[in-house]
């Protein structure tokens, strides 16, 4: 599986960006998420979404972030809303397939105050 992540960018503080990730190489994908690292941190959930549409979010994006996927399309999305200084980071898309764990390339995201 391959995961190809795209949408990142540089926005003022309050705008939004939306990132997308499309994983080829198999269908049946199960869990897709998106992770940030921060400088100098490890790598951090951010959202995640199961197969049948189950949601999970870091406490501090809950209601400024919305992930969704297209599974015919085997796409993950990120919208991001209401951005903040504090969301600058590294954003990486990941999959789980039959218990194998895909990870896409980082895509920069800078929000400047």
């Known amino acids: 599986v391959q995961l190809q992540a795209s949408g990142g960018g540089a926005v003022q503080a309050g705008g939004s960006l939306r990132l997308s990730c499309a994983a080829s190489?198999?269908?049946?994908?199960?869990?897709m998420a998106w992770y940030r690292r921060f400088p100098g941190k490890q790598r951090e959930l951010v959202a995640a979404?199961?197969?049948?549409?189950?949601?999970d979010y870091e406490d501090s994006v809950k209601g400024r972030f919305t992930i969704s996927r297209d599974n015919a399309k085997n796409t993950v999305y990120l919208q991001m809303t209401s951005l903040k200084p504090e969301d600058t980071a590294v954003y990486y898309c990941?999959?789980?397939?039959?218990?194998?764990?895909?990870w896409g390339q980082g895509t920069l995201v800078t929000v400047s105050s």
């Open positions: 990941y999959c789980d397939w039959f218990r194998q764990e895909f």
């Open positions: 190489g198999s269908s049946r994908i199960n869990t």
């Open positions: 979404i199961t197969r049948g549409g189950v949601t």
